[in-house]
């Protein structure tokens, strides 16, 4: 009786490096991280005005609200800038984190580190430009305040409709209706025949 049995190799083939992939342009990085920066601070612009708006009472103040967006680029500006500065920092100091390495990054890495950094620096440029532009910071607000509506203002409407259907009418407002409305009427005609020099 044989209490272990020999496994059959399987064979799994020989493995084979995937296709080296060109990194994406530098240009399109930024481009897209910039659009994941606004929508993030767009969902903060759209937490403010729904707090102003339920919470605190407050009307809508584009300008205040044109200064937060400006605020949140500006610190992701500022994140994107020390982002880049440690990537350099590291690159240029690689001996001296991992003493094992005698020669510091190899050619494909230094060339990957110099790229990041780069793409750091661009993003730090491009959050920093569009905290400076008054019609970007706008086009921010309103459509934060869109995505506002767009989240609480079918509930507003529920609750008011809900509140119209609770009120108990008036018999009294309802009689009086039409004394008010030939009242109404009966000065708009006095004030066409004077202005049109007839006598009543």
């Given at each position: 009786?044989?209490?272990?049995?020999?496994?059959?190799?399987v064979d799994?083939?020989?493995?084979?490096?995937?296709?080296?992939?060109?990194?994406?342009?530098?240009?399109?990085?930024?481009?897209?991280?910039?659009?994941?920066?606004?929508?993030?601070?767009?969902?903060?612009?759209?937490?403010?005005?729904?707090?102003?708006?339920?919470?605190?009472?407050?009307?809508?103040?584009?300008?205040?609200?044109?200064?937060?967006a400006a605020?949140?680029?500006?610190?992701?500006?500022?994140?994107?800038?020390?982002?880049?500065?440690?990537?350099?920092?590291?690159?240029?100091?690689?001996?001296?984190?991992?003493?094992?390495?005698?020669?510091?990054?190899?050619?494909?890495?230094?060339?990957?580190?110099?790229?990041?950094?780069?793409?750091?620096?661009?993003?730090?440029?491009?959050?920093?430009?569009?905290?400076?532009?008054?019609?970007?910071?706008?086009?921010?607000?309103?459509?934060?305040?869109?995505?506002?509506?767009?989240?609480?203002?079918?509930?507003?409407?529920?609750?008011?409709?809900?509140?119209?259907?609770?009120?108990?009418?008036?018999?009294?407002?309802d009689q009086?209706?039409?004394?008010?409305?030939?009242?109404?009427?009966?000065?708009?005609?006095?004030?066409?025949?004077?202005?049109?020099?007839?006598?009543?």
């Amino acid at each position: 009786m044989r209490w272990f049995r020999r496994r059959r190799g399987v064979d799994v083939g020989t493995y084979e490096a995937p296709p080296r992939v060109e990194p994406a342009p530098v240009e399109r990085v930024v481009e897209e991280g910039v659009l994941i920066g606004e929508s993030v601070v767009r969902m903060t612009l759209r937490n403010r005005v729904i707090v102003d708006a339920l919470r605190d009472r407050r009307d809508l103040d584009r300008t205040a609200l044109a200064g937060v967006a400006a605020h949140e680029l500006e610190n992701l500006a500022d994140n994107e800038w020390e982002s880049a500065e440690r990537i350099r920092f590291r690159r240029n100091n690689a001996r001296i984190d991992d003493p094992l390495q005698e020669e510091g990054l190899d050619p494909d890495e230094r060339r990957e580190s110099s790229r990041r950094e780069k793409v750091h620096r661009a993003m730090s440029e491009a959050f920093a430009a569009r905290a400076a532009e008054d019609e970007a910071l706008l086009h921010l607000v309103e459509r934060a305040r869109t995505e506002a509506w767009d989240e609480v203002g079918p509930v507003l409407l529920a609750r008011a409709d809900a509140a119209a259907h609770d009120i108990v009418p008036d018999a009294r407002y309802d009689q009086e209706r039409a004394d008010r409305i030939g009242a109404l009427v009966a000065l708009d005609l006095t004030g066409l025949a004077f202005e049109r020099g007839l006598e009543l």
